[in-house]
């Protein structure tokens, strides 16, 4: 019985996975199709990629088949291997920065005693802005340096206050109001026989 070789052509080509083959016979004519798939690619993009379609009668496909297929199942299996080496890496990539993110994270919790002081002082200073008193709630608004984490946003609350009252923080006195002006003595109160320390002058009661 006569050999064929098609299986030790099938061999050196280099590739992973499965090589479907399916042959069409159409009178002389046959068309034949060359589908690589890798069930190991998670990647559904594969399924995107087309098969090889060859057609031709048995002499042109005996003489062109796998030199036409060699190279593009290279390319096929390649692909595929690198789809799924990039799935991994993404993988690999979202463990690690959750690990890290989880590592540099410090968790506050309601139980922690700066954190609940620096809400009830916080508190504190809401309410008094709501009820208008906007004086005392800049007073109650904590240090910078008491919270430094809280520093930029303790600063701008201050700044918000102190915006809504007086720039005079400290109740310092009002300007005093204006002295009563004396009447200059003129020709036309000259019946008017004082002095300017209000004395009757002693000469016009002679």
Known sequence: MATTNFFAQVAAIPFEGCLNITIRKDGEQQTVSVLLQNEGCGDTAKNHIPPLILKGNTKELGEGFFPAIAEPVQQASALLLNMEQFLKGQ????????????????????????????????????????????????????????????????????????????????????????????????????????????????????
């Not at 002295?179 to 019946?191: C, S």
């Open 91 to 206: 993988e690999n990539a979202k463990k690690h920065c959750a690990m890290e993110k989880k590592k540099t994270e410090k968790p506050v919790t309601a139980t922690d005693p700066k954190a609940g002081k620096y809400d009830n002082a916080m508190a504190k200073v809401d309410a008094l802005e709501a009820a208008g008193d906007f004086r005392e709630a800049w007073m109650k608004v904590p240090q910078p340096n008491e919270f430094p984490e809280k520093a930029e946003e303790l600063r701008s609350r201050r700044a918000s206050l102190s915006a809504k009252f007086s720039p005079d923080l400290f109740g310092a006195a009002q300007s005093a109001e204006p002295l009563n002006e004396v009447e200059p003595n003129t020709k036309e109160n000259a019946t008017d026989h004082t002095d300017a320390q209000g004395i009757p002058d002693e000469g016009e009661g002679q």
